[in-house]
């Protein structure tokens, strides 16, 4: 592996930066832009370095009553315009001190936002459409994620309570769909804040009917299906500085008519903080076409090791090391948030 490490600067890293959201209050009435930027390089194999680059922003709307909020939520990131898309979350919320939020519109299911991710400390999107197989083309399909995915481009109704004895609870309806007739999900996320060791432990479920060249996944192909189910669980475990991270899932397709798309995923992880320093170890492993006996399988593993030090409130510089597709590589770069 080549041992250099190379950084780009960040032309928006240049100008101000502040801590917390841009944001404006008055009356009862706010608006608030939250995001990030980050621009690196990665170099795989020893070939030569490529750009890496990685940006979101979400803009809230909100209207502050007595005891509720009724609000307006835009996002659009660097995945959602890969896809030629131009809404990654466009919904209308409603949230109650006494009850929990509703939310109707195009954004992930219940059981997506309940899920629980791998520490992470860089800045390659380990719980999210990870950006080294993206540079890093895996040999077959990649179950990417390891928190429910029933797409996000679907008009959808959300309901999640608020916490009830240390849980919350999450239920999606999800229709008029382009990928699928329609799809219901739910979950669960249990917190023990308390104490010397602070733990949460998730779990999603998914149903999705008559799916038809549904493509949430972008390392893996489209799925034709009667069905498709899916399972998901999650543990996070902080004692002092340490962060520690499970995280598995499970998509099963019944009476498949296209490739294998379904499979397993399931990830492991540790974090350290130490003042401004911040180190992270993922371990994920992908089985794909493991409930079809007809079907080629496929078995990817990464091993993905990450350094930060957070120059302030809201600028960072990241290192990652590890192997992806039994290709090694090495990437570093800056990232704003804001």
């Not at 917390?20 to 608030?32: C, K, M, V």
């Not at 080294?132 to 029933?150: H, L, M, Q, R, W």
């Not at 008029?176 to 804040?193: E, M, T």
């Not at 899932?249 to 130490?274: E, F, M, N």
């Amino acid at each position: 592996m080549n041992p250099k490490i190379i950084f780009l600067a960040v032309a928006m890293a240049a100008g101000p930066a502040c801590a917390n959201a841009i944001e404006w209050r008055g009356n009862g009435y706010g608006l608030s832009v939250t995001g990030y930027g980050t621009a690196g390089m990665i170099d795989a194999d020893k070939e030569k370095p490529d750009f890496l680059g990685d940006w979101r922003i979400r803009g809230e709307a909100r209207h502050d009553m007595r005891t509720s909020r009724i609000g307006l939520v835009y996002a659009l990131d660097a995945q959602t315009v890969d896809s030629d898309e131009y809404i990654d979350d466009l919904f209308l919320f409603w949230q109650s001190r006494r009850y929990g939020r509703m939310e109707i519109g195009m954004t992930d299911s219940a059981a997506g936002k309940l899920g629980l991710g791998l520490p992470d400390v860089g800045a390659l999107r380990v719980n999210d459409n990870p950006l080294f197989y993206k540079k890093i083309n895996p040999d077959g399909p990649v179950v990417a994620d390891g928190t429910v995915d029933s797409g996000d481009q679907v008009l959808r109704l959300n309901l999640v309570t608020n916490s009830i004895g240390g849980a919350q609870y999450g239920v999606s309806v999800a229709t008029l769909a382009d990928g699928y007739d329609y799809a219901i999900d739910a979950g669960v996320k249990v917190r023990w804040p308390s104490g010397k060791i602070k733990t949460a432990v998730s779990l999603g479920t998914s149903f999705i009917d008559n799916p038809h060249d549904f493509d949430a996944e972008p390392y893996a192909p489209g799925v034709t299906a009667d069905w498709r189910a899916q399972m998901a669980a999650g543990l996070n475990v902080q004692y002092n500085s340490w962060i520690f991270g499970l995280n598995a899932r499970a998509v099963y397709d019944y009476d498949t008519i296209s490739p294998a798309a379904d499979g397993l995923s399931a990830g492991a992880g540790i974090s350290y903080d130490l003042l401004n320093y911040s180190m992270s170890l993922s371990y994920i492993i992908s089985a794909v076409g493991i409930w079809h006996e007809d079907d080629h399988r496929y078995t990817n593993n990464t091993v993905l090791g990450s350094f930060r030090y957070k120059y302030s409130a809201n600028v960072d510089g990241w290192t990652s090391i590890g192997v992806a597709s039994k290709t090694p590589f090495v990437s570093a770069g800056l990232r704003l948030t804001f």
